[in-house]
């Protein structure tokens, strides 16, 4: 006898018209509706009561320092000029949102490279994107042929990762179903069902976090 699974999937192709339109209606609504009834929130990543966020808080409340840096180190510190090159580049980075002054300069025992490291006003997940996409195009103006300048810590590191993976992640399996299935149309209804899987349960997030 068939499954419940099997006799909805029986209904579904036969009534397959309908199904395709009820995805759609379904779609439509949750994200036309989802936006009305999301609340506010928000992510805090810090450990409450820890002594490690009560040294952060007291660092941020007495100092205007989060205790975190965004390091700067730069090839060709002997070269002439180099020096203005990256004063330059540290007094402009120093007037972008949530970022403080720079600590002293340590260069290596050659002399061909040298580091610093600016202070962070907020902690690392409060700072604006917009701040660390402008650091890396600071830094990639103000490099040279004879001066490279490059930027690390957290706060770059997602700067620099860009969109997530979920792209490269359907492309292939757009290429695996279509050299296993040998037709677009039979590689492309797996991606749509799981598309529309997505969209909704997407919309959705909000209202649940909400609850």
Same mark, same amino acid.
């Given at each position: 006898?068939?499954?419940? @699974?099997?006799? @909805? ?17 379904? =779609? ?91 202070? =962070? %006003? ?8 917009? %701040? ?6 600071l830094a990639d ?5 004879s001066v490279h ?20 992640? =359907?492309?292939?399996?757009?290429l695996i179903l ?29 209202? @649940?976090?909400?609850?």
């Open positions: 006898p068939p499954t419940r @699974l099997g006799r @909805l999937a029986d209904l579904a192709y036969r009534r397959r018209g309908r199904t395709v339109l009820a995805w759609i209606a379904v =779609l439509a609504a949750t994200i036309a509706i989802a936006p009305l009834l999301a609340g506010d929130f928000n992510a805090d990543f810090g450990t409450s009561g820890s002594e490690s966020e009560e040294v952060a808080q007291l660092l941020t409340d007495r100092f205007d320092r989060s205790g975190e840096f965004v390091t700067v180190a730069w090839e060709g510190a002997d070269t002439p000029g180099a020096q203005r090159t990256v004063d330059g580049f540290i007094a402009k980075a120093e007037r972008l949102p949530g970022i403080g002054t720079a600590e002293g300069e340590r260069v290596s025992q050659d002399g061909t490279i040298a580091v610093t490291q600016l202070e =962070l %006003t907020r902690r690392g997940w409060d700072l604006p994107a917009e %701040t660390s996409e402008e650091l890396i195009r103006d103000a490099s040279t042929s300048i490059a930027l690390g810590g957290p706060a770059i590191q997602g700067a620099e990762e860009g969109g997530s993976p979920e792209g490269v992640g =359907l492309l292939a399996a757009a279509l050299i296993a299935f040998g037709s677009i149309v039979a590689a492309g209804l797996p991606l749509a069902v799981a598309l529309f899987g997505l969209g909704i349960s997407a919309s959705l997030i909000g209202v @649940l976090a909400a609850v």
